[in-house]
Structures are given as structure tokens and as C-alpha cells.
């Protein structure tokens, strides 16, 4: 977990995330938290923002913002790629 | 295709999407098309309106929102599931 209150989303265990976000606000009283994806994971990013405010953090945390971006780079075969990647806003209400 | 300009992202070829979403602003002449999917879906929706904004209609089309929901409900065998949903507005600049 970043100092800047990030959480990145990837192949751990899904509650995992959940857990780290709502630490986050409860433990180290954080007034924001910022998930963010690349790729696949980016569907998952949107289900841990989802659970975490609807089901855990209900009335006390709301989605602020969602930003989404791609980054283009060649990949090893030598063609191009382009990533998506999300970032979620979540903030103390 | 629905009348209100709003593109479903499912598990169709990805140039299907991005191809409907730019017929959409060039053919049809929409202002607004709604990039719309559901679960796994999502990281594809946002695939969807990075590479028809940044490569096929960049100066022309931005994203103007980006909205995030799930609802709860019972599958066959009787246990609460949670499925995310995303809607992605972009808009003729």
C-alpha cells in the first residue's frame, strides 16, 4: 500500500482489496483512497470500489471521481499495445 | 445498437465495438454515444472508449463521464452475487 493512500488492484485474493480499502478509512483514518487498475484488472478494480462503499463503508464513503487512461508501448513481438488503466476516487463522505 | 446511442460491450469481436462507437459519430452524426457493460465486461468497455477516442476520433470525441453501479441479486443457487456495471458518456468536442 502506497503512502499516497493507492491501492493497486491485481491478482490477489479479491477481498484482499476490499480489506486494504476500508483499513485505509477506518485504521488509518484516511479521507481519501485512490484504487487503481491496468488491463484486465480494471473490472476488478470497479467490483472492490463497489463493495467496499455499498457493502462496508455504506453512508460513510462515496465514489469522488473515476479517471480512465491507455498507454500505447511496443510489446516483445514488436507490435504496438495499448493498455487501459483506471483510477477511482473514493472519499470519506 | 440502441435509439439513445448506447453501445453494449459483451463478448463480440473488440473492433465490433469501437467500429459501432465511431459509426456512430461519423455516420449517424451522434453527439453523445454511451459505452455501456456489465462484470468482467468493464475492463473491455474502457479498452472500447480509449482506442475509439485516442486513435479513431482523437480531437474530436472525449470522455465526459464515467459512472460506476452494481446491484445484488440471488443465483441458482441461492447465494447473494454482486455484479458492477459501467457507463462511459463521450461527447463530440
Redesign the interface.
Known sequence: MAADNSIFVGSKPFMNYVTAVVMQFTVQNAKEVIIKAR?????RA??V???AT??FLQEQVE?ND?????EEFENKDGKNV?V?S?E?TLNKK
Open positions: 488491463g484486465k484488472f480494471i473490472s470497479v467490483d470500489a463497489e463493495v455499498k457493502r465514489i473515476i479517471e480512465i487512461d491507455s495499448r487501459s483506471i477511482i
